[in-house]
């Protein structure tokens, strides 16, 4: 059983080798020409605003396409197995899938009509 997994340890000892090289290399030959703008905090090429104590408001539609996407991202991992599954699921999986993503679109649509996917 452990040579089925040898592959799946041989890529991630390459990925992390990768990224330390990437990390590590970059320090070391990389310039080191610090200065005030680069110590600085950068918004966008924006100057900095103050933030009042308590870091201030958000517009709500930030919260509301957060938990769009985690809708959305909810459906994904139930798809997932579904799609894996499915020679052993039969009918009862497919009637059960549908109702799962008409309902995703109910929510879909309903946030669509809402104006929630529009950005000003």
């Known amino acids: 059983m452990g040579e089925v997994y040898l592959p799946v340890l ?3 000892i390459l990925g ?3 990224g330390a090289f990437g990390v590590f290399g970059g320090f070391l030959i990389g310039p080191r020409r ?3 703008a680069k110590l600085d905090a950068y918004e966008c090429g924006i100057e900095p605003t103050p933030q009042p104590m308590g ?3 958000f517009p709500i539609k930030y919260y509301l396409t957060a938990m769009l996407f985690i809708v959305f991202d909810i459906e994904i991992v139930f798809l997932y197995p579904f799609a894996v599954a499915f020679d052993q699921l039969r009918l009862f999986g497919l009637i059960e899938m549908v109702l799962f993503i008409v309902t995703v679109l109910v929510v879909y649509g309903y ?3 809402r104006g929630g996917l529009e950005w000003d």
Do not use: S
């Open 111 to 113: 946030v669509w009509r």
């Open 10 to 12: 041989v890529l991630g």
């Open 55 to 57: 870091g201030g408001k």
């Open 34 to 36: 610090y200065n005030r």
């Open 16 to 18: 992390l080798a990768f």
